[in-house]
C-alpha cells in the first residue's frame, strides 16, 4: 500500500496563503505516476469532502466549486509528490487536508495535515 505523508498546514489568516504537500513512498507493483492523486479536507463536525484532483500524468485538474479559482493542484511524478497552493482563504477553509492516492479500484490515505483559517 501506498504510503502518504501530508505536510505545510498550518494557521493563516483570511486572505493568506499555505501551500500542502503529499510525499508518497512504498511503491511496489506500481510506480508514483500510475496514481490519480486527490486532495480531501474534513471539517469540525463534518464529513470529509472533495477538494481538488489530478491525473496520472498532471494534464487535467478538477476542483471543488467552493475552491475553484483560489487553490491549485499540482504534482512532481519525478519526486513523488503532490502540492495543494491555497490562496485567498477563508474562514471555511478550515480543516484536516488529507492526501489520496488511487490505482486499480484501490485507495490509499495520509494522515491529514491541519489548516485552520482565524483572525
Known amino acids: 500500500q501506498v504510503h502518504l505523508v501530508e505536510s505545510g498546514g498550518g494557521a493563516v489568516q483570511p486572505g493568506g496563503s499555505l501551500g500542502l504537500s503529499c510525499a508518497a513512498s512504498?511503491?511496489?507493483?506500481?510506480?508514483?505516476?500510475?496514481?490519480?492523486m486527490n486532495w480531501y479536507r474534513q471539517a469540525p463536525g463534518r464529513e470529509r469532502e472533495f477538494v481538488a484532483a489530478?491525473?496520472?500524468?498532471?494534464?487535467?485538474?478538477l476542483y471543488a466549486d467552493s475552491v475553484k479559482g483560489r487553490f491549485t493542484i499540482s504534482r512532481d511524478n519525478a519526486k513523488n509528490m503532490m502540492y495543494l497552493q491555497m490562496d485567498n482563504l477563508k474562514f471555511e477553509d478550515t480543516g484536516v487536508y488529507y492526501c489520496?492516492?488511487?490505482?486499480?479500484?484501490?485507495?490509499?490515505w495520509g494522515q491529514g495535515t491541519q489548516v485552520t483559517v482565524s483572525s
Open positions: 489520496n492516492a488511487v490505482h486499480g479500484g484501490r485507495e490509499s
Open positions: 512504498g511503491f511496489t507493483d506500481f510506480t508514483f505516476s500510475s496514481y490519480a
Open positions: 489530478i491525473t496520472r500524468a498532471g494534464d487535467s485538474t
